[in-house]
């Protein structure tokens, strides 16, 4: 098993430029998450999904979109990418609600 | 919101306990974990307690919990270099929004040969 797969590993983007963050599981985990991770922060909840079909906002969700057409898969969009968001992306899942998080290994990115 | 809070470092020698503390607000908590964080990597769980117990051992972890006080620590017993990592508490509530966790800002263990 794979586990948590997030691409890309690294991303530099100019301001106002678009990208989309992926995250595959191959666990059929029904509860997927994406967090950031800031210097001095800890980790902050940007949108979850509960399911197939289903997204929710987060702690921090301005700025981002998500997407969840299939299981496996939780898409993160930034639609006009801003310095602000300049951070460490997480993508996790889990089988339900009280389940242990499995995470990813990360995306770096920076918005110049 | 709730609130998790750790302090930010800790540098024990090695062979030393680690003693790892986190307090946090959610009186409903139900499940309260500690994740470590190697470099470069994403957070893995490495225990849990249940709100209705006191205590947790795994062989060199040890988890207190303090539900009055809202006082969580993990014991590393033994430290060794291979425990230097940012280590973060986190809880779950049992009311809305329960399916999220609230991270502390996570403690950076320094683990000193």
């Known amino acids: 098993n794979a586990g948590v797969t997030q691409t890309p590993k690294f991303r530099v983007l100019k301001t106002g430029q678009s990208m989309t963050l992926l995250c595959a599981q191959d666990?059929?985990?029904?509860?997927m998450y994406w967090y950031r991770q800031d210097p001095g922060m800890g980790l902050r909840l940007i949108h979850y999904s509960v399911g197939e079909g289903t997204t929710a906002k987060g702690e921090v969700p301005d700025g981002y979109n998500v997407s969840r057409l299939k299981k496996q898969n939780f898409l993160l969009g930034l639609e006009s990418a801003a310095p602000s968001q300049t951070s460490v992306y997480f993508c996790?899942?889990?089988?339900?609600?009280?389940?242990?998080?499995?995470f990813g290994s990360g995306t770096q990115l920076s918005v110049l | 919101g709730e609130d998790v809070e750790q302090s930010l470092f800790l540098s024990v020698r090695e062979g030393d306990s680690s003693v790892i503390n986190c307090t946090y607000t959610d009186s409903s908590s139900t499940y309260l974990y500690w994740y470590k964080q190697e470099p470069g990597a994403g957070l893995q769980l490495l225990t849990y307690?249940?709100?209705?117990?006191d205590m947790k051992q795994d062989q060199r972890l040890t988890v207190l919990l303090n539900k009055k006080d809202k006082h969580l620590s993990l014991r590393i017993a033994d430290t060794q270099t291979g425990d230097s990592a940012i280590y973060f508490c986190?809880?779950?509530?049992?009311?809305?929004?329960?399916?999220?966790?609230?991270f502390g800002k996570g403690t950076k263990l320094s683990v000193i040969p």
């Open positions: 996790a899942s889990s089988y339900s609600a009280h389940e242990k998080l499995f």
């Open positions: 986190a809880e779950k509530g049992s009311g809305a929004g329960s399916y999220q966790l609230t």
């Open positions: 666990m059929n985990h029904e509860y």
């Open positions: 307690i249940f709100s209705n117990m």
